[in-house]
């Protein structure tokens, strides 16, 4: 197998020459057997580099640059997946090559194997802690089941308080009502009494009014009886009579 690198030997970007003469001297350092293909100098290469690198890996504008690299005609990749393959240290990977003796990469076949006895452990994880899983729901559902026993325990006791407590405020609240239907019967009682002791104070008032004004219609009969002159001395006792 041989790999093949797409170049552009007169490309005017430097940044294009650069990427070129990093994926050379990767190869050529790891030993590698690639070859050159000038797209600058041969149309036929550089129509065969367009045809062949897959749409999806093209630029927007649908012209990919150099380099781009292919195991015969398997496309590996540009500079990009270059870079990133040698950065984790997967190049023969990315170039579809076996590594070699003492590499320190491994191969695909052991990754995918790892891979697989990784997927396994998984699964018996997953297996163990879904196991585990269900005795804690297990043992939680018991725990719950306990819980609502104790708690209905307790609410029976509670409910017997409540009651027992509705009882001693009902008599309280009959007791205040008691208490001040009597405070109100007392006042009642006051002020009828009080209506009382001012009716017979009226009527002695009254009474004393009356006889303070005879007494002084009798006084003042006397003094003018007594400034009449003694010619009419019956008329003195008409009007003393009168007074009387």
Known sequence: ?????FLASSSG?????????????????????YAQLDIACNEENRMWMRQNVPEDKKPANG????????????????????????EDNSVYAFL???????????????????????????????????????EEAEEEAADDEATEEETAGDEAPAEEEEEAVGETDEAQAEEEEQEEEDLQSEEEEELRQLEVDSRDTLYLALAFLSSSCLF??????????????????????????AGC
């Open 216 to 241: 002084s219609v009798t006084l003042v009969a006397i003094l003018l009886l007594s400034l009449l002159p003694p010619s009419i001395p019956s008329i003195s006792s008409v009007v003393l009579y």
């Open 1 to 5: 197998m041989v790999i093949k690198v």
């Open 63 to 86: 012209i990919p640059l150099p380099p781009q690299i292919f195991n015969e005609e398997g496309y590996c990749g540009d500079y990009d997946t270059f870079f990133d393959a040698k």
């Open 96 to 134: 579809g090559l076996p590594p070699p003796p003492g590499s320190k990469e491994v191969p695909v076949e052991e990754r995918n194997g790892d891979a697989h006895v990784e997927e396994e452990q998984a699964e018996e994880a997953d297996e163990e802690e879904g196991e585990g899983g269900e």
């Open 13 to 33: 970007s430097t940044a294009i020459k650069k990427k070129q003469q990093d994926v050379v001297g990767f190869l050529e350092a790891l030993k590698v057997d």
